[in-house]
Nanobody, 123 residues
Framework: QVQLVESGGGLVQAGGSLRLSCAAS????????MGWFRQAPGKERAFVAA????????YIANSVKGRFTISRDNAKNTVHLQMNSLKPEDTAVYYC????????????????WGQGTQVTVSS
């Protein structure tokens, strides 16, 4: 089994930055990768970003492109989401995800989910 533990959420003013981190434990991945989804109140869970373990494949949602950056540290089995120029509409619970085979933008691409971390952006 895989455990995903998110950290770095919190409250920030619009225009500010936050960095989310997610550490995976329980097994190592030779393929696939990790990423992030988010769920705002009253909305469906939506894809944010993903990166393969090789780093050769990266996906970023259009809604955050140019503001968010995803990176990984394979030695620590960790993925980071750097969020800049935050907007109130970025307010959501952010979930870390891990895929065994390949990363993508669909929820079904991911077999493992973290508990989520709250990000609140005030106007």
């Amino acid at each position: 089994q895989v455990q995903l533990v998110e950290s770095g959420g919190g409250l920030v003013q619009a225009g500010g930055s936050l960095r989310l981190s997610c550490a995976a434990s329980g097994r190592t991945f030779s393929s696939g990768g990790m990423g992030w989804f988010r769920q705002a109140p009253g909305k469906e869970r939506a894809f944010v970003a993903a990166i393969s373990w090789s780093g050769s494949t990266t996906y970023i949602a259009n809604s955050v492109k140019g503001r968010f950056t995803i990176s990984r540290d394979n030695a620590k089995n960790t993925v980071h989401l750097q969020m800049n120029s935050l907007k109130p509409e970025d307010t959501a619970v952010y979930y870390c995800v891990a895929a065994e085979l390949r990363v993508g933008a669909r929820r079904d691409d991911y077999q493992f989910w973290g508990q989520g971390t709250q990000v609140t952006v005030s106007s």
